[in-house]
């Protein structure tokens, strides 16, 4: 599922900075639901005018009754049971570092956008060779952007903190990036930018393991799915303070779901890596002989 990014006229360099972290380039009108940045909330004027025309139904007004707000610090986000649009209030007032923190939690309905195709989001690093994409998850602390600083050429190192798995045609999965936040919060003047439409055929899936010798290990498919499933909900964790439990658990549901069906199509496996082992051996043993 795509969306069309938009903003009011306030609020055009919130939508500079996501453009410029994220690679994403200006495109024509489309007909994707749109993701609108604004300061008014969902049914005012502004808001009608940018987004008319995006419905067949509703011609020239937003309804001002049955909107659900989540609101994260920063940032209110306002879906529409009879809409696919989503509205993303910001406030007038706030310092320019803030909007990094604004776009960190925009993140959670693009997440939700990739939950519908059967996708997830990973806490992972993203490695490259040959186009082909490698994921190397782990949580917080087991070293995974190490690992990813560390692998050598003719590798590529794309990103090191969550990733997201797309859905293709043919029962394939794609790898894409996605920024890490926290660069852009601890330095506001970072310049390190994230290709997020430059996606990967996905090969195989690492989980981390600290250890004094490097060794790799084939998952059977149960254990992998709870893996990737415990890795998704990683993503997630950071936004659940905000949300209802009841959206919680159909997140659950349905991260849960999409973990099995990676889990049977994707090669997992157990990555045990020392502190000065040449760990990226085991990961081309590996995907050598899946080739």
Not at 161 to 176: A, F, G, T
Not at 214 to 229: E, N, P
Request: proline share 5%; glycine share 6%.
């Amino acid at each position: 599922m795509g969306r069309h990014i938009i903003s009011t006229e306030y609020e055009k360099p919130l939508l500079k900075k996501m453009a410029d972290i994220t690679g994403l380039r200006a495109s024509s009108k489309n007909n994707f639901p749109k993701l609108l940045f604004t300061q008014s909330l969902p049914f005012s004027e502004k808001n009608c005018q940018i987004l008319h025309g995006s419905y067949k139904i509703l011609v020239r007004s937003l309804p001002e009754k049955n909107w659900k707000e989540t609101e994260f610090n920063l940032l209110k986000v306002h879906t529409h049971p009879d809409i696919s649009d989503v509205i993303c209030q910001v406030p007038e007032k706030r310092d320019g570092s803030c909007d990094f923190l604004i776009l960190s939690f925009v993140y959670y309905q693009v997440y939700k956008d990739l939950l519908l195709t059967g996708g997830l989001p990973l806490h992972g690093g993203l490695i490259e060779l040959d186009n082909k994409g490698v994921i190397i998850a782990g949580s917080s602390g087991t070293g995974k952007s190490t690992c990813c600083s560390r692998i050598p050429k003719p590798w590529n190192s794309i990103c090191d903190d969550e990733v997201m798995i797309m859905p293709q045609l043919k029962s394939d999965y794609n790898v894409h990036p996605v920024p890490t936040w926290s660069e852009y919060l601890f330095n506001p003047d970072s310049k390190k930018t994230w290709d997020v439409e430059n996606g990967f055929s996905f090969s195989a899936l690492f989980f981390l393991e600290k250890a004094d010798t490097d060794a790799s290990v084939l998952l059977g498919q149960g254990r992998a799915a709870v893996k990737i499933y415990q890795s998704a909900m990683e993503s997630f964790s950071r936004y659940f303070p905000y949300i209802l439990e009841i959206d919680q658990k159909k997140i659950r549901v349905i991260v849960f779901e999409s973990a099995c069906d990676i889990a049977k199509k994707v090669p997992a496996f157990k990555l045990s890596v020392s502190e000065f082992g040449s760990f990226w051996n085991n990961i081309e043993h590996e995907i050598n002989k899946l080739n």
